[in-house]
């Protein structure tokens, strides 16, 4: 397994090994034809010593490439260039092909064969090592009546789990009982039950321009309209929303309205003040997705608090302060509204993970939660610091986020083709998410691209900025 290695407070994730090495290395010669199908390569034996590595790490490399369909295992006459492979066009790899569609950074997301990260969209395993999570689940702690139930469970999910995200939501001046509150498996989740309550093939659907790409992928998948509302650092733009108004009717308005993501931006209360009246004028919903909630000000200007769950649905989640494998998230709505989505949810998964919100709920009831917490909000700070003086200092102009999160939003100078700047990138193995992702119409108003501030200050990204600011100047 691929470790982590450490220098200073920069993290690499997932350096090449010598079975990746090996593996590059002989796809190259056979999509180059310089061994060709039906040849034999040199035995394990004679390849390990060749290459200086064990015997077991060429095996290794020889079995995958069996999988990739390259070789062919020959019983009694080794390992030959596979059949399939003739006539292989030379191709970049999934990980170096260009991250410029939804799906393939999606993909890269989660399988991360880049090296180094700044596009990515969450924070770093290591961030959460030593903290309460590795060891709550050596010993799967729960507190006392607390047990792990095997069945379905209910379709609300885990009740106690339900009071305290009621808790939270009260500290964020959000008032709802835990019926409520819906548990979910994660963010993405609670986004498809609204899509499928609210939503038919043509409906017209606002989203922030920049926004979540991953939500434009899925409306569209659903064959709703998208329609992109322009994003300013507090806000979307009332002026652009009006004028959208004026000629189109959506159901609903998805809206991350702190920390957002891609740019950093937090709400301001005249922009939610305004936002709120169109939708009482119009006659549409909000979905609020707050995933940083729980590192952020409680006191941060949030819609469903001066809605009071009227026309916003709040979307929470622990995938971005805990793990991302632990999918449980929330959506809290009026009671009309949670009673229908619960509905949704059992026709189409029946019940969310019983397991993991009991998992939650210990982390949260015996402490473990907050003191993770407070270690989570003081590496974002540092990191976030250390990062705008690291891109200031190379000539990036960044926008400082308001209130928190982990991203950053760099717009390029003219005369920077972002596209291309992330096909060089990822000839380097250097992860970029660039600004057209980000838009619905795919369409950026100004190369920009976004920044994980875990990732910002890495020595090869910053090193690589660099040089191509200084090719423009």
């Not at 959208?244 to 922009?271: C, D, E, R, W």
């Not at 991203?407 to 990822?426: K, Q, S, T």
Request: with cysteine; aromatic share 6%; charged share 20%.
């Amino acid at each position: 397994m691929a470790s982590s290695k450490k220098t200073g407070a920069v993290t690499t994730q997932r350096p090449v090994t010598r079975v990746d090495a090996i593996i590059a290395r002989l796809s190259r010669l056979i999509a180059e034809g310089l061994v060709k199908p039906g040849e034999r390569i040199p035995s394990i034996r004679r390849a390990a010593i060749d290459q200086g590595v064990s015997k077991n790490t060429m095996a290794e490399a020889y079995d995958r490439l069996v999988a990739l369909g390259l070789l062919e295992a020959r019983p009694g006459s080794g390992y030959v260039v596979a059949a399939a492979a003739a006539g292989a066009a030379p191709r970049p790899a999934p990980h170096v092909a260009e991250a410029l569609d939804l799906v393939s950074l999606l993909r890269e997301q989660m399988e991360q064969h880049y090296e180094v990260r700044p596009g990515d969209g969450r924070p770093p395993p290591s961030w959460m090592e030593g903290s309460e999570l590795s060891a709550q689940f050596e010993g799967m702690k729960l507190p006392r009546g607390v047990g792990i139930e095997y069945g379905y469970g209910t379709v609300r999910g885990f009740l106690p789990l339900r009071e305290r995200i009621g808790l939270s939501l009260a500290e964020r001046a959000i008032h709802g009982s835990p019926e409520q509150v819906l548990l979910t498996h994660g963010a993405n989740h609670a986004l498809d039950l609204i899509m499928r309550q609210f939503l038919e093939p043509g409906d017209v659907v606002f989203v922030d321009d920049p926004g979540y790409y991953p939500l434009f992928g899925k409306l569209r998948l659903g064959k709703a309209r998208v329609v992109g509302i322009r994003r300013k650092a507090d806000g979307p733009d009332l002026d652009d929303l009006n004028a959208k108004l004026a000629v189109l009717q959506p159901k609903l308005f998805f809206i991350q309205s702190l920390a957002h993501n891609p740019t950093g931006g937090s709400l301001s209360l005249s922009v939610a003040y305004g936002l709120l009246q169109a939708a009482e004028k119009h006659g549409f919903h909000i979905v609020e997705d707050d995933p940083f909630a729980d590192i952020l000000p409680p006191n941060s200007p949030r819609l469903a608090a001066l809605d009071q769950l009227n026309r916003v649905l709040y979307i929470g989640t622990f995938s971005k302060t805990l793990s991302a494998s632990l999918r449980v998230g929330y959506v809290a709505a009026s009671a009309a509204l949670t009673e229908a989505l619960a509905d949704i949810k059992l026709l189409t998964v029946a019940a969310s993970s019983a397991h993991a919100e009991r998992f939650v709920y210990g982390l949260i009831a015996g402490g473990h939660y907050l003191r993770h917490l407070r270690r989570l909000r003081g590496r974002v700070e540092e990191a976030t610091a250390r990062a705008l003086d690291d891109l200031a200092r190379i000539g990036l102009p960044v926008v400082p986020p308001h209130g928190g999160g982990f991203y950053l939003w760099a717009e390029f100078p003219a005369g920077i083709d972002e596209l291309a700047l992330c096909r060089d990138a990822a000839q380097q193995s250097i992860f970029l998410a660039p600004g057209t992702v980000f838009s619905p119409e795919r369409v950026s108003r100004q190369p920009a691209m976004r920044i994980n501030v875990a990732h910002a200050s890495h020595p090869r990204f910053l090193g690589f900025m660099k040089k191509a600011l200084q090719q423009i100047e």
